[in-house]
């Protein structure tokens, strides 16, 4: 059975950095597309961030371009969001994913795997 588990997230102010991670057990993450999405009060759940199965191509959302880094760790069977110079407008529950099939490109990804929602509040 696959699980995926996500965690970090918090408070902070604004301008500051938190780091998401998302461990998955019965899944090699080594050979699984990922992404982050998130949903702010309100408002439907958007696209954050991708990376595709190798780990060698990243994607973001333009709101968080240059602030926003993914990652995997192959060997921790785990990805992360290090997340800097975050903004109000950055408040929301943050849900990472994996692709439903191996070897995705990151790109156009159907999303098999859901982990459950972190959040992350940005006070200004």
């Known amino acids: 059975q696959v699980r995926v588990v996500g965690s970090g997230g918090g408070l902070v102010q604004t301008g500051g950095s938190l780091r998401l991670s998302c461990a998955a057990s019965?899944?090699?993450?080594?050979?699984?597309?990922m992404g982050w999405f998130r949903q702010a009060p309100g408002k439907e759940r958007e696209f954050v961030a991708a990376i595709n199965w190798s780990g060698g191509s990243t994607y973001y959302a333009d709101s968080v371009k240059g602030r926003f880094t993914i990652s995997k760790d192959n060997a921790k069977n785990t990805m992360t969001l290090q997340m800097n110079s975050l903004r109000f407008e950055d408040t929301a529950i943050y849900y990472c994913?994996?692709?439903?099939?191996?070897?995705?490109?990151?790109?156009?990804?159907?999303?098999?795997?859901w982990g459950q929602g972190i959040q992350v509040t940005v006070s200004s």
């Open positions: 994913a994996a692709d439903q099939s191996p070897y995705g490109s990151g790109r156009n990804t159907k999303y098999g795997y």
């Open positions: 019965g899944l090699t993450l080594s050979s699984y597309a």
